[in-house]
Structures are given as C-alpha cells and as structure tokens.
C-alpha cells in the first residue's frame, strides 16, 4: 500500500484551463507508481476569484465541494482534506465540520494565516475532537514575507503542536523550496510533528537527514504537485531501508494519524 | 545503455552532500542503472582557478570503467586554450564553463571566444543554469542563475559551437528553443533532471513540442537523487527507441559531431 499524504486536484472554477488533463494525469501517474490513495486537497479557486493562500469563504466551500465530488466519483482512490482560510473562523470551523461529516479525512492550511497565530487553535481543537490530522503547508526557513502568502515556518508550526500536543501536524513538503535542515532541526523534539517528503526537491542527503531528525516512525510519503520526484525519492529510499521501514513511510505512520478506517486495509 | 552527462565528483561547500567519492559514485550508478558518467569536479567549480581539478578528474576517470571527465574551462586564465585542447586530447566527452561561478559576463566577449574555439575543436560546451534551487541556496550562495539570454547569445556567436545545458526548466527551455532558429536550437541539447514529469507534464509537453532528438539524460547526482531522472522517463509511454535515444543515443551523436 501507498499513501500519497500531499495531492493536489483542479477543478472547473480555477485558471487552469487543462484542468482535466492535469487530474487525469495525477490518477494516471498514480496507477504506475502504485499509489493505493491520494490524500488531495483543493485551494479554494487558485486565483481565479481570490488568491490561492488566502481564499474567499465562498471559494473554499466551492473547492472542498469540487473535491468531495472527486471523492465520489473515485471513491477507491482519493480522499480529501478539508481547505479552511482561518481568518473566517466561524466558516472554517462549519467547513471542517460539514466535509468531516461528508467524507474527508483531515484538514488543509495552506497559507493564510501564520501556523503559531492564535486564530489556529480554534481549528487544532476540532482537529483533536474529530481526530483527524492538519496539513500545514510551510516554507522551509522563511527568511522574510513572500508575495501572495503569510507563509509559516517548522519553528511556527512546532509552536502550534506544542499548545495541542494531541494533534497529529503534517509539516508539508520538505523539498517544496527552502532551507529543510532549518526545519529538520526544529521538528527533531516536536513528536507529534510529521513530516511530508514531498516536494520537487530531490536533494542528496535530504533524506538522510529527515531519518535522521524526524526517524523514520515520522515521515510520510507525498508528492504535491511533481510526482516523479515524489517517485525518485521512495526508490531510493527502498535502496536504504528494511521492508518494515519503508512500509511504516509508504503508508503504516499515514494510517497511525488519519481515522481509523481512512484506507482500505486500514 | 544509459549515460549521465550530468554528474559531479567532490564535495560541494554548501551544505553536506554524502556519496561524493568515486566509490560511491560506482554504487549510485549501479544503483540506478546508469553505465557511463560524464563527470565535472564540483569543488573546483568555486575555485579561482576551476581547472586545478582537472587533473585529478581526469585520472580519476581513467580508473573507472563508466567515468568520462568533463574539466572545466575558465576563459579568463591565460593559456586556457591548452585546457580545451588537452580536454580533445584526453577524450573528454565536453567541457564545461559555469561563467556566473567565474565572475564573467554569461554571454561576453571571454564566453564568446570559448564558445568559437569550442566550436573550431567540435568540443561541447557545457553550461549549468543552477545547481540548487535559489529558495534553499545558503545565504553566502549569491551566484546569479545563468540568464536563457546568454544561452541564445552564446549559441548565435558562433556556427559551429554545440551547448549541452544542464538543470534548465520548461521555461527556460521553450525561451531558448523558440528564441532561435532551427538550425541554432538543433545545436542545443537539454538534459532533463530539472523538468517536471505528472501532473504538469512539462517533460512529456517538451518532447512533443521541441522533439526527443534535443534531450539528454542527467541527473546532477549527487547533489540531486539520480533516481529522480529515471522515474521521469518511467512515467512516459515512450517508445524504446525513444527512450534509448534519451538515455544514450542522442549523445553518442553529438560526440561524433552530428545531430541525432
């Protein structure tokens, strides 16, 4: 079994033109690699009526609402993540709740609000009462504010998992851009911390070093939006470890923090 | 029969990169199935002088079956005619010159004189875009990436030079290929280790779009995982002959001097 904890799908109400392509090339991708299920999340209309990072209410309803029917409609292969902009709190709560309730499996926080504000801890305590785990998109090391995001680092996360120490956090692709040994380094005492090995970046000693900070009882397989080095990045990590290693990365630590249930053989 | 025309030896001053050494080069290869490395000596690549590796580069290679040096070139050295020269001499599959790491003009007059004389020996040149990704480079890590301007300049200076250029992206590819003409763009040859396979599909799009005859296989191991060059084309529906054109057959013709 394979878990792809960090995917990605495009809908209708977005810029992307190709956006069919582009989901049936992530499904198509997915039969070679053997990925058993995407764990998907939609960001709102990806900039098509508010920006990506910070999302209308109503283009978070209406992407949640594209991926619920992705769900459906491949019910073997995708589950999804709840996408909240947490400066609409009351919205975010209700919209954690109604796609809980409808299917979904954890929560999505891309890049609205930074991970240690106070405003998250309405949406980590929902977290912990329907047990589900929170995907917290992170730049590694932000040395200053980046356009078109109120991006958070590990330090912030690790803050936020601090004050819910109950929470299963997924810091988000470690080779997505950015200093990984920055957050390598903050994650190393923070156990309920996991860390996504998506990302483009296919860095020599990357890997080495998440096993090195995290162990591999925290790392969870992902791709984001480049499969192929999501890919590279498993085979190699085939090439270093035990069978019962790379089981625990390609899906037993996911199945440990999603709800029970949340995969097929789980 | 896969070649890497994009690998390095030696350790690289940014960061801790493991499996620098020849020995374990040979692991990562058979690892991954790659029969021949064109190799460049990474930390003289940050030296003021790129060409005191060479010799140890080239010895080195001599020692192992699937290694073929790629030394360095610095334009602005005296005599660096003889390095290009014992480069043809030795058999060395291409030179590169990463102007940005020397402090000279991408597309200047040095860059110019070495593209022709490149040319005039039938040596490849070879270039690098980036060898990290800008967002995680250390913060003494200022070196400029190589501008898709200067590749079209360089490319344009002289008839004869043929480019090999290493970690570009869609981008930077389509800019140079549609920014020149026929006979220019069939002059260059993209290595593929920093194009995105699904869901973008930027890989798969190029091959379409520019053609497989103007696409080489590397890796940048290893300060990126080889295996990542090889997923890619595992995630194609590609015909044999395509992939082996890729993988080899593509730069055995542009060692001899022709197109694929």
């Keep these: ?266 | 029969m896969r070649v890497d025309c994009n690998a390095f030896l030696g350790a690289y001053p940014w960061r801790k990169v493991p499996g620098t050494s020849p020995e374990a080069l040979v692991a990562a290869l058979a690892r991954t199935k790659i029969d021949v490395a064109w190799l460049t000596h990474l930390p003289s690549l940050f030296w003021r002088d790129p060409t005191a590796g060479n010799a140890w580069l080239c010895e080195t290679a001599k020692a192992h079956k699937g290694f073929r040096p790629v030394p360095t070139v610095h334009p602005g050295l005296a005599q660096w005619e003889h390095v290009l020269a014992d480069a043809a001499n030795a058999g060395a599959p291409a030179v590169r010159c990463d102007p940005l790491y020397l402090g000279i003009d991408p597309a200047g007059g040095e860059m110019r004189v070495l593209a022709a004389a490149c040319g005039a020996t039938r040596v490849p040149l070879m270039l690098a875009v980036r060898l990290e990704d800008a967002r995680q480079r250390h913060p003494n890590d200022r070196v400029a990436e190589l501008p898709a301007a200067a590749v079209r300049a360089l490319i344009r200076s002289d008839p004869d030079v043929r480019l090999i250029v290493t970690h570009a992206d869609r981008a930077f590819i389509e800019e140079v290929h549609f920014g020149s003409t026929p006979e220019e763009a069939r002059r260059i040859w993209w290595d593929i280790c920093w194009i995105w396979g699904p869901p973008e599909d930027h890989l798969a799009t190029l091959l379409e779009t520019i053609g497989s005859e103007r696409f080489v296989f590397g890796t940048g191991q290893p300060l990126r995982l080889p295996e990542n060059s090889v997923a890619k084309l595992d995630l194609l529906d590609l015909k044999p002959e395509t992939r082996a054109a890729i993988e080899s057959q593509n730069l055995a013709a542009l060692a001899t001097g022709g197109d694929a």
């Design chain 1, 1 to 266: 079994m394979l878990i792809d904890v960090h995917a990605h799908f495009y809908h209708q109400r977005t810029p992307r033109s190709d956006w069919r392509e582009r989901n049936a090339s992530r499904l198509g991708a997915g039969e070679k690699i053997g990925i058993t299920v995407h764990v998907a999340s939609i960001l709102g209309s990806f900039g098509l009526t508010s920006p990506t990072y910070f999302p209308s209410p109503r283009d978070v309803t209406a992407g949640n609402d594209a991926l619920l029917a992705l769900q459906r409609a491949h019910p073997e292969r995708i589950r999804g993540y709840a996408c909240v902009n947490p400066n609409y709190t009351a919205h975010a709560r209700a919209e954690i709740v109604r796609c809980l309730d409808a299917g979904m499996i954890g929560i999505k926080l891309a890049a609205s609000r930074r991970a240690d504000d106070p405003l998250l801890d309405p949406i980590a305590a929902l977290a912990r009462e329907r047990r589900v785990p929170v995907l917290q998109h992170i730049w590694q090391h932000r040395r200053h504010d980046w356009p078109g995001q109120e991006a958070s680092d590990a330090v912030e996360l690790c803050t936020l998992a601090r004050r819910h120490p109950d929470v299963a956090f997924i810091l988000a692709h470690i080779g997505g851009g950015g200093d990984w040994l920055h957050s390598l380094h903050a994650v190393r005492d923070v156990p309920n911390v996991y860390v996504d090995l998506s990302g483009s970046g296919v860095d020599g000693g990357m890997l080495e070093a998440c096993i090195e900070s995290a162990g591999v009882s925290r790392l969870v397989w992902g791709s984001d939006i480049t499969m192929d080095t999501g890919w590279a990045k498993l085979r190699y990590l085939e090439s270093q470890l035990t069978r019962e290693e790379i089981a625990a990365i390609r899906w037993k630590n996911a199945a440990r923090i999603f709800p029970a249930g949340a995969f097929p053989s789980d």
